[in-house]
């Protein structure tokens, strides 16, 4: 369930180099921030490798691309850490149910689907006295489609299974076959209820590409919580939006002279897709 970077990657360098970060099953990779935080932004950070491709971090949706495997510096405060999604991940969870602590037979799940590639996955459910698979699909597109075929013994998964599916990183649908759904235009994600073991779902996008959630949000959170003075939280915000290039940007907040952690944080929303 947990390897290092280099049982994927044994020929690159970097895979040895970043000895905390590690792959979590086959979807995700975590790096862990064991620094200590910036008393100006209050955020760790860590020295990541993201692989080739396309990944967006779990929590904050943040989409990184790993071009042909590069390094990045990633800043988190003490409520996150980097756990980076592939594209086309699809992760299975249980929904939360107070008082409840059974590992199988959950009526409610929750299933998070990356979009940006073709995949799939098999969760495997055992009740002690038999067991049951069910097997997820996801394909990518215009046309993006999710489906959930069931197998094994009766009764290990329950017949009133109910399933919220979270696609994050999509622009709004033109249209969902499923009834019950709805989507957050800040976060990018598009949430499905169904209430079938077995189902088929599909999504019409006008655009397939990731969408990443607007970097000035992610920006004004992070001025937010800074212990600085309120004239550079201004002056830091209107340097990155106001519609220059990145390298521009960066240049303006060079000159400033911010505090390194502030920086750092700063310059990983600017690059970290670019």
């Not at 691309?65 to 003490?78: K, S, T, V």
């Not at 699909?137 to 919220?164: M, W």
């Not at 999509?170 to 189902?199: H, R």
């Not at 919580?225 to 340097?239: C, D, F, R």
């Amino acid at each position: 369930l947990v390897q290092p970077m280099y049982y994927s990657h044994p020929q690159r360098q970097e895979a040895y180099d970043v000895k905390n970060q590690f792959w979590f099953g086959d979807q995700m990779i975590v790096a862990p921030i064991t620094s200590k935080r910036s008393a100006a932004t209050g955020m760790g950070m860590v020295k990541a490798w993201i692989p080739e491709g396309i990944w967006t971090d779990f929590f904050t949706g943040t989409v990184y691309d790993g071009l042909q495997g590069r390094m990045l510096d990633l800043y988190r405060d003490a409520y996150s850490i980097p756990v980076l999604c592939k594209a086309g991940a699809i992760v299975p969870m249980r929904a939360h149910t107070p008082h409840d602590n059974r590992l199988c037979g959950a009526e409610a799940l929750e299933i998070l689907v990356f979009p940006g590639a073709d995949n799939s996955f098999t969760l495997y459910e055992d009740a002690g006295d038999g067991s049951a698979t069910t097997a997820f699909t996801f394909k990518a597109g215009t046309k993006a489609v999710l489906t959930a075929v069931t197998a094994g013994e009766e009764g290990v998964i329950p017949e009133n299974r109910h399933y919220t599916l979270r696609f994050r990183g999509m622009e709004k649908p033109v249209s969902v076959s499923a009834k019950d759904w709805n989507y957050d235009p800040d976060a990018k994600v598009l949430t499905v209820q169904v209430s079938e073991k077995d189902f088929r779902v599909e999504i019409e996008l006008a655009d397939a590409s990731i969408a990443a959630p607007e970097k000035a949000a992610a920006v004004y959170d992070i001025l937010h919580k800074a212990q600085i003075s309120y004239e550079v939280k201004t002056k830091v915000y209107e340097a990155i939006c106001g519609g220059k290039d990145t390298s521009r940007i960066l240049g303006d907040l060079y000159q400033m002279e911010l505090d390194a952690g502030l920086m750092g944080a700063m310059v990983e929303q600017l690059i970290c897709n670019e």
